[in-house]
T-cell receptor
Framework: DQQVKQNSPSLSVQEGRISILNCDYT??????FLWYKKYPAEGPTFLIS?????DKNEDGRFTVFLNKSAKHLSLHIVPSQPGDSAVYFC???????????FGTGTRLTIIP | DVKVTQSSRYLVKRTGEKVFLECVQD?????MFWYRQDPGLGLRLIYF???????EKGDIPEGYSVSREKKERFSLILESASTNQTSMYLC?????????????FGPGTRLTVT
């Protein structure tokens, strides 16, 4: 049972435009959400996170939006750059549980 | 900077061999994790440990065991490797009871079982 879903396996975006990556979850106990970025042959690196008490968190070009009623979060990258080409994973955690549940990932390709 | 290192980047083993994957972290983190990453399946948790000599099963523990004799080191053991264990294995660590839940990952070991 996939509790965290990323329904788009891949996404291509023109350089300079906005990239929007989506993630849905089913477990209502999740209260903290993270996005990780992964380049080939490297481990994932933390990008940005959001607590369930917020609906938006920004860090430079990256913004994460959380819609609790829809159990949906999205990552916006503006403007997209070639170095953003990577696989992006969303992850979720429930209060008091130090495990993360990861989605299946979305491969983002930025077209120069 | 947190550093998580894994003993091998690439490993090729034969079916039935016993395989050891080693992970070391240098930030005195209490929690350590082993994942495998497969195309279309994302990262799946195999085992994790929240203290020395403590371990808990993740979502896919079958065919694996772990060992944590020292705080900085967490080993994943494939008792008898099989071809369906060909995968990318990722180790991670995190501090205990921090609100961010952030985990720090090693570079991964690409294991091929033939």
């Amino acid at each position: 049972d996939q509790q965290v879903k990323q329904n788009s396996p891949s996404l291509s975006v023109q350089e300079g435009r906005i990239s929007i990556l989506n993630c849905d979850y089913t477990n209502s106990m999740f209260d903290y959400f993270l996005w990780y970025k992964k380049y080939p042959a490297e481990g994932p690196t933390f990008l940005i996170s959001i607590s369930s008490i917020k609906d938006k968190n920004e860090d430079g070009r990256f913004t994460v939006f959380l819609n609790k009623s829809a159990k949906h979060l999205s990552l916006h990258i503006v403007p997209s750059q070639p170095g953003d080409s990577a696989v992006y994973f969303c992850a979720a955690s429930a209060l008091g549980n130090e495990k993360l549940t990861f989605g299946t990932g979305t491969r983002l390709t930025i077209i120069p | 900077d947190v550093k998580v290192t894994q003993s091998s980047r690439y490993l090729v083993k034969r079916t039935g061999e016993k395989v050891f994957l080693e992970c070391v972290q240098d930030m005195d983190h209490e929690n350590m994790f082993w994942y495998r990453q497969d195309p279309g399946l994302g990262l799946r948790l195999i085992y994790f440990s929240y203290d020395v000599k403590m371990k808990e099963k993740g979502d896919i523990p079958e065919g694996y065991s772990v060992s944590r004799e020292k705080k900085e080191r967490f080993s994943l053991i494939l008792e008898s490797a099989s071809t369906n264990q060909t995968s990318m294995y990722l180790c991670a660590s995190s501090e205990e009871w921090v609100s961010s839940y952030e985990q720090y990952f090693g570079p991964g070991t690409r294991l091929t079982v033939t």
